[in-house]
């Protein structure tokens, strides 16, 4: 191990104590609950404006406003995952009564799916199968729409689900040798 470079530093003695104390800062960040806990919950809140924003972006201008009640829901997706999933697939469900077909939001499930997979595989899995059967329903009820175009739908979201549930660890897939 080399020492740190410090300048105005003329003692080895200066430079192995540099040494340690930077070690130390780094094993505390690289541990801290309270930096994981922050990174975590700096992620659930920018998907959250992030699906509010996109939510907005999809519904007509009459719902203004209705969006934001739509994302909330996804800040409690650490202590709900379950609960959380089944929120924003009820909003694909309903999706028609809003007025909008936001595909933002089976991509959320997704999303939802992969999360949900580490906690609690076979809710996962239900909810899964519950999202891709909302997929095809919703796109059959889309004018100009056919059967086939819901099944493509449907089958590309499957697919999701599938490499969410892989790159969740609900697929069996150790993560030790």
Known sequence: MYGAYIPGATRSADVAEYDLRME??????????????????AAVLATTCFYALMLAWTMPASRTGLFFLLALPVL????????VFAAVLGEAV???????????????????????????PKAAAVGSVAAVAAAFVN???????????????????????????????????????
């Open 24 to 41: 130390e800062l780094l094993r505390r960040l690289s541990t801290s609950k309270r930096v994981t806990w922050l990174m975590s919950q």
């Open 76 to 83: 409690l997706v650490r202590r709900l995952p379950a609960a």
């Open 94 to 120: 309903l999706g028609d009564i809003f007025g909008a077909r936001p595909s933002i939001v089976f991509v959320l499930l997704v999303a939802l799916g992969g999360y949900l997979a580490v906690r609690r």
């Open 139 to 177: 796109v059959t009820h889309i004018p100009g729409e056919t059967v086939s175009d819901a099944a493509q739908f449907s089958g590309g979201l499957a697919v999701g689900f599938a490499v969410a549930w892989v790159f969740g660890g609900g697929g069996g897939v150790s993560q030790t040798p």
